[in-house]
């Protein structure tokens, strides 16, 4: 049981290429996030997924695609990278229904710096 | 709209001193509460939670107690050890908004022999 991967742990990227990160649970989850972290800031929502097929916007979308085919799998894709994208990215899952009662399991994360 | 407050830190302490982080939190319902913890190199955790005023959640000697009428959620712990150096954010989620977490900026704690 490996939990919720991430990959790459680390990418250097150009202002203007384009990237796609990387996530997959092995949980059975139905909901899946994407949150980025920077200093002073805690974590804010860009995107998440309630179930396969299904997604919808968080707190900081713009810049960011994201598409969800299979209940274990959650991409992230950023279109054309700029440096205020570099922050530290995870993704996170838990089992369907409210998070007001159940718990986020969180990915190791995923640092990005854009140059 | 829903947001969370907490001190910032950074906090440094010596082992076996005793711990408190405070967190506050604006909610437009009745919001569940969690602490996550985040330590150097990892995701976060669930360190603990509470789901109804007054509930306290406790894990590994930590522990915090929803305290509706002063909207708080403080973090505390009797004795720190050097291994509770890492981030800790408070968090709050609706139980009428099912799919959205909101946390606090996190603060960063280090404990020293």
């Known amino acids: 049981n490996a939990g919720v991967t991430q990959t790459p742990k680390f990418q250097v990227l150009k202002t203007g290429q384009s990237m796609t990160l990387q996530c997959a649970q092995d949980?059975?989850?139905?909901?899946m996030s994407w949150y980025r972290q920077d200093p002073g800031m805690g974590l804010r929502l860009i995107h998440y997924?309630?179930?396969?097929?299904?997604?919808d916007q968080g707190e900081v979308p713009n810049g960011y695609n994201v598409s969800r085919s299979t209940t274990e799998d959650f991409p992230l894709r950023l279109l054309s990278a700029a440096p205020s994208q570099t922050s530290v990215y995870f993704c996170a899952s838990s089992y369907g229904g409210s998070l007001a009662y159940n718990e986020q399991f969180f990915g190791p994360g995923t640092r990005l710096t854009v140059l | 709209g829903d947001s969370v407050t907490q001190m910032e830190g950074p906090v440094t302490l010596s082992e076996e001193a005793f711990l408190t982080i405070n967190c506050t939190y604006t909610?437009?319902?009745?919001?569940?509460l969690f602490w996550y913890v985040q330590y150097p190199g990892e995701g976060l955790q669930l360190l603990l939670k509470?789901?109804?005023?007054?509930d306290k959640g406790s894990n590994k000697g930590f522990e915090a107690t929803y305290r509706k009428e002063t909207t708080s959620f403080h973090l505390e712990k009797g004795s720190v050890q050097v291994s509770d150096s890492a981030v800790y954010f408070c968090a709050l989620s609706e139980k009428t908004s099912y799919d959205k977490v909101i946390f606090g900026p996190g603060t960063s704690l280090s404990v020293i022999p």
């Open positions: 909610a437009t319902g009745y919001p569940s």
């Open positions: 949980m059975n989850h139905e909901y």
């Open positions: 509470a789901t109804k005023a007054d």
């Open positions: 997924s309630v179930g396969a097929g299904i997604t």
